[in-house]
């Protein structure tokens, strides 16, 4: 493997993916992927929605600089914007990935029909294997 991409989101699950990726593929680039997704809004009027994800995706990527740092190993930070699951799915091709490492949730039944599945769409869509880290 040369180029791991690796989607985070702030959750353990997307940690443990991480730690997965930087254990199991130790010659290979990591590519740390999070998606801006304005999911709430600010308390400060002055903070668009838009801008508070913007800095929450940066916060996320510095924690998996520190993550990979902990390993003595380096990223390559990515923060795009748009549907989880289709960034994902595109980011394979744009950054020429060999393999995808990602968490899952673990939802099932309803919750998983209503809220759908990142890991599940990445999976079914995506030119390359992916690991699924639980």
Wanted: hydrophobic share 40%.
């Amino acid at each position: 493997m040369s180029r791991v991409l690796v989607p985070v989101d702030g959750s353990s699950q997307a940690e443990a993916a991480l730690e997965v990726a930087l254990e199991s593929f130790p010659d290979a680039e990591i590519v740390v992927l999070h998606v801006i997704q304005v999911t709430r809004f600010p308390s400060d009027p002055d903070i668009s929605p838009y801008e508070l994800a913007s800095e929450e995706g940066e916060a996320i990527l510095e924690d998996a600089k520190t993550i990979a740092a902990e390993y003595g190993r380096s990223i390559e930070p990515v923060l795009t914007e748009g549907h989880a699951g289709r960034s994902i799915v595109y980011c394979i091709d744009e950054y020429d990935v060999d393999h995808v490492v990602m968490g899952s949730h673990g939802r099932s039944g309803m919750s998983r029909v209503l809220l759908g599945s990142v890991a599940e769409m990445v999976t079914r869509r995506s030119p390359v294997s992916v690991t699924i880290a639980r």
